[in-house]
């Protein structure tokens, strides 16, 4: 008896630890305030091309499809690929990254919808006014 | 267009291509059998292949048409967690192919009863099918939402839809290239070997899903990813041909973060661990078997 129930006890152990660790994970996630960041697709470019955003942060990207057509965001270095529906908004996070130049792209028109994440390592300015002079 | 079409097709159809390819490979392992293997193995029929690719393709233009909607749900998560529970789907029902073929193996390289040996080859060729339907919904609804975006709402469509056709044929050409090339190269090779490295392949590429699916919820923060370990971006760079094809099959991550290294080894060790403790169980149990009669 004590045989069969020995198995049943470490999984419970197990799954009870995993469990732990997924909890955590998520209420991480969940409570952490991310700083945000606006692109905008129209006509098949990226507006700002280019935005600058905080080194080791992660941080919260809106990207506004103002489009008719279906685009996806790519990006090979910051590991990202998300399909952005036409007049929708779609959020995705990124980082923390190391400072450096991140490409992305749109994948259905990669010579026109071109972008780049500059990280700097220095500190940024304050969020608002960034996100602010990136969108316009 | 005609080399993103090509790049795009590749990248979502490929994969299918391999399955397919290796579920061939798979099957002629039973046909190059003596007719007694042959009664033992009851193989499903080539009709179930037809019905699950015909079942896949519907599901395709359903997921394709509710897109935009699924999108929207949980916060704009929702197609990541939708994908990201089908990819969890696909390495499921990867290892359980897995673990069938190894105890399949086992048993008949110990000759045993007929009726267990048949319903195990009966379930692997169901759950075989059900990687394939998977793989076809998850992947080609990605192509055919590429496919849409580009003949809905589009006035140029008559520039581009010589280089979408013409995309698809060069893409439908080097991916079939690849599957036959793959299946020759295992049907050349002796059973056992083949079917070992058919089921290793499978599960390579079951775990190369499974990143995949992870790294959809890093995408919308539901689990946290931390900074890369490490590069190898200059050694074989993702955006690069063997890149892509790596991706593509086993999950290659030039940075890959700790999470994503952590489940990608415990995704490839635990089944290969089980699946040893189930051989060595089965064959403890056979000995004992012969002991006591």
């Known amino acids: ?136 | 267009m005609l080399i993103n079409t090509v790049l795009v097709f590749l990248q979502n159809i490929l994969p299918i291509f391999v399955v397919l390819s290796l579920w061939f490979a798979q099957r002629d392992v039973s046909h190059q059998m003596s007719k007694q293997e042959k009664q033992n193995t009851s193989d499903l029929p080539l009709i179930y292949l037809l019905k699950t690719l015909a079942m896949g393709l519907i599901i395709v233009l359903f997921l394709s048409y509710f897109m935009p909607e699924v999108s929207q749900l949980f916060s704009g998560t929702g197609l990541e967690i939708v994908y990201s529970i089908l990819f969890s789907l696909i390495y499921c029902s990867i290892v359980i192919s897995f673990l069938h073929t190894r105890v399949t193996g086992h048993i008949s390289e110990q000759g045993k009863t007929l009726p267990k040996q048949q319903r195990l080859t009966q379930q692997k060729s169901v759950v075989s099918l059900v990687i394939l339907l998977l793989v076809l919904c998850v992947h080609g609804s990605n192509f055919s939402l590429y496919i849409m975006s580009l003949t809905i709402q589009n006035p140029a469509m008559d520039i581009l839809y010589s280089g979408i056709v013409v995309g698809v044929i060069i893409g439908t050409g080097i991916c079939l290239s690849i599957a036959i090339l793959l299946y020759f190269v295992l049907v050349t090779l002796v059973k056992k070997t083949r079917c070992q490295l058919v089921c290793y392949f499978l599960l390579l590429f079951g775990v190369g899903q499974l990143i995949q699916g992870l790294q959809l919820l890093e995408q919308v923060d539901i689990i946290s990813s931390n900074v890369a370990l490490w590069s190898t971006n200059y050694l074989i760079a993702e955006d690069s041909e063997l890149g892509y094809f790596l991706t593509i099959l086993f999950g290659y991550e030039a940075t890959p973060s700790v999470i994503e290294l952590l489940v990608y080894l415990c995704a490839l060790t635990v089944p290969i661990l089980s699946a040893k403790l189930l051989v060595y169980k089965q064959s403890s149990m056979t000995s004992f078997m012969k002991g006591t009669s």
């Not at chain 1, 129930?5 to 909890?23: A, G, N």
């Not at chain 1, 700002?48 to 279906?70: C, G, H, R």
């Not at chain 1, 965001?73 to 036409?86: A, H």
């Open chain 1, 1 to 136: 008896m004590t045989n069969m129930l020995k198995p049943s006890l470490t999984q419970c152990h197990v799954t009870l630890f995993v469990s732990y660790i997924l909890l955590f994970m998520l209420s991480f996630s969940a409570l952490a305030e991310r700083q945000e960041f606006t692109v905008i697709l129209k006509e098949h470019l990226f507006y700002p091309a280019e935005m600058t955003i905080p080194a080791n942060k992660k941080i919260k990207l809106v990207i506004d499809n103002q489009d008719d057509s279906i685009e996806e965001f790519d990006s090979f270095s910051l590991n990202r690929e998300k399909v952005l529906f036409p007049k929708r908004k779609s959020v995705i996070y990124i980082g923390p990254l190391s400072p450096g130049h991140y490409a992305f792209f749109g994948e259905y028109h990669p010579n026109s919808a071109r972008g780049m994440v500059i990280v700097s390592g220095t500190e940024l300015v304050a969020p608002a006014d960034r996100e602010t002079d990136d969108v316009n």
